[in-house]
């Protein structure tokens, strides 16, 4: 007979390491690009936003996927991975929202796959394989 139980958490584990390896792509490359830093900063100034905000990329693109990857404080790390996927789309992709790609596929595909899986975590949490189960 099957384990229902461990084949869910199996899949946690799967859904918490895809969309953290993913992720920590994204805060390393902006780790050794100083420029990335300063371009956000600006894209915050615009809206009236100070540019301090811009080390909060950091938080949501590398400190949140280690929280997810180990499973310590999973929803809290899906979640910061979802506000950090409303600044950017807020502040760089507002106007590609109800667009397709050259290919015919949804315009922000990407940004939607890590708004959902992080919000799929948020609400089901890390499973029993982790560090600090939820």
């Given at each position: 007979?099957?384990?229902?139980?461990?084949?869910?958490?199996?899949?946690?584990?799967?859904?918490?390491?895809?969309?953290?390896?993913?992720?920590?792509?994204h805060g390393?490359?902006?780790?050794?690009?100083?420029?990335?830093?300063?371009?956000?900063?600006?894209?915050?100034?615009?809206?009236?936003?100070?540019?301090?905000?811009?080390?909060?990329?950091?938080?949501?693109?590398?400190?949140?996927?280690?929280?997810?990857?180990?499973?310590?404080?999973?929803?809290?790390?899906?979640?910061?991975?979802?506000?950090?996927?409303?600044?950017?789309?807020?502040?760089?992709?507002?106007?590609?929202?109800?667009?397709r790609n050259?290919?015919?596929?949804?315009?922000?595909?990407?940004?939607?796959?890590?708004?959902?899986?992080?919000?799929?975590?948020?609400?089901?949490?890390?499973?029993?394989?982790?560090?600090?189960?939820?």
């Amino acid at each position: 007979m099957l384990n229902s139980a461990l084949y869910d958490d199996a899949g946690k584990l799967v859904l918490r390491l895809t969309l953290g390896v993913l992720m920590l792509f994204h805060g390393f490359a902006k780790l050794g690009n100083g420029g990335s830093l300063n371009w956000i900063a600006g894209q915050l100034a615009d809206v009236g936003l100070p540019g301090f905000i811009a080390y909060g990329v950091y938080v949501g693109e590398i400190v949140a996927p280690l929280m997810i990857i180990a499973g310590a404080y999973c929803r809290i790390g899906a979640a910061i991975i979802i506000l950090n996927m409303m600044f950017a789309v807020g502040l760089a992709h507002v106007a590609e929202l109800f667009m397709r790609n050259q290919h015919g596929g949804y315009a922000l595909e990407l940004h939607a796959f890590y708004t959902f899986t992080a919000l799929t975590l948020a609400l089901t949490g890390s499973g029993r394989f982790a560090v600090k189960p939820d």
